[in-house]
């Protein structure tokens, strides 16, 4: 498959260790930080998807696809037990979408998302402001407000790694591969974007509340960075179910 990404929001946080490594332990090791003891990151990305088609049919046919909303809810680390080893990548804590159709698809055809759907959802650049929410009254579950700014700081826990704001966001960008964990087994994505055309634009945070956060994050109000990127294109290249332990499971 392949889509548009107009805009896209970041909303990245310091999370609890500790938290991240009891959900998956035999398939998942998250990331350590050095610079900040016991956290490990974690990001919330709210986006549209645009003329989505499979890359074997014209792309005029995308313009038939539905918009698609969707959040994406996850934990950076290590995928292991995966055939030829160890590789980075995310782990979905949650995914929510108000599309009946990605729902069916990414919980019970594909099985490749931790899907909740809710009635609405949306994240609008107007100017310099930046808007989004995930739900409704009682099911209201995200609320971000903010302004672009020209600052391009890393966040300390990384400056050691990036030397430029634009490196960081891009590695917070461009992770190829994803996990969701079932029961019995997991589903993996592997995806790539064609960034040739993107930017990625600092964003202050005015106003955030996040109360699914409270559990792992110690302050869901106050996040690590956000950013905005524009003009992404994704690239759905494979999805595949392999059993909880691999490589249990496929020892002589």
């Given at each position: 498959?392949?889509?548009?990404?107009?805009g896209?929001?970041?909303?990245?946080?310091l999370?609890?260790?500790?938290?991240?490594?009891?959900?998956?332990p035999?398939?998942f090791r998250?990331?350590?930080?050095a610079?900040s003891?016991?956290?490990?990151?974690f990001t919330?990305l709210?986006f549209?998807?645009?003329?989505?088609?499979p890359?074997?049919?014209?792309?005029?046919?995308?313009?038939?696809?539905?918009?698609?909303?969707?959040?994406n809810?996850?934990?950076?680390?290590?995928?292991?037990s995966?055939?030829?080893?160890a590789r980075?990548?995310?782990l979905f804590?949650?995914?929510?979408?108000?599309?009946?159709?990605?729902?069916?698809?990414g919980?019970?055809i594909?099985?490749?998302f931790p899907?909740?759907?809710?009635?609405r959802?949306?994240?609008r650049?107007?100017?310099?402001?930046?808007?989004a929410f995930?739900?409704?009254?009682?099911?209201?579950r995200?609320?971000?407000?903010?302004?672009l700014?020209e600052g391009?700081?890393?966040p300390?826990?990384?400056?050691?790694?990036?030397?430029r704001?634009?490196?960081?966001a891009r590695?917070?960008?461009?992770?190829?591969?994803?996990?969701t964990v079932w029961?019995?087994?997991?589903v993996?994505?592997?995806m790539?974007?064609?960034?040739?055309?993107?930017?990625?634009?600092?964003?202050?945070p005015q106003?955030?509340?996040?109360?699914?956060?409270?559990?792992f994050?110690?302050?869901?109000g106050?996040?690590?960075?956000?950013?905005w990127g524009?003009d992404?294109?994704v690239?759905?290249?494979?999805?595949?179910?392999?059993p909880?332990n691999y490589?249990?499971?496929?020892?002589?």
């Open positions: 498959m392949r889509a548009r990404v107009p896209v929001l970041y909303l990245n946080f999370a609890d260790q500790e938290y991240a490594a009891r959900l998956a035999d398939v998250p990331t350590s930080l610079a003891a016991g956290k490990t990151l919330i709210l549209q998807l645009r003329d989505g088609h890359v074997w049919t014209p792309s005029v046919l995308g313009r038939l696809a539905p918009d698609v909303w969707q959040s809810w996850r934990f950076y680390g290590t995928l292991i995966l055939p030829g080893g980075p990548g995310v804590w949650r995914t929510v979408t108000d599309s009946l159709w990605l729902t069916a698809f919980l019970r594909a099985r490749c899907l909740r759907r809710v009635r959802m949306e994240v650049r107007h100017g310099q402001d930046i808007r995930v739900g409704t009254g009682a099911e209201f995200l609320s971000f407000q903010g302004k700014t391009e700081e890393v300390e826990p990384f400056r050691a790694s990036f030397g704001f634009g490196d960081y590695w917070i960008v461009d992770q190829h591969l994803s996990l029961d019995r087994d997991v993996v994505q592997d790539h974007l064609n960034l040739d055309a993107a930017r990625f634009i600092a964003v202050e106003a955030v509340s996040i109360p699914a956060l409270r559990d994050v110690e302050d869901p106050r996040p690590l960075s956000c950013f524009e992404l294109e690239w759905l290249d494979s999805i595949r179910a392999l909880r490589e249990s499971a496929h020892r002589p």
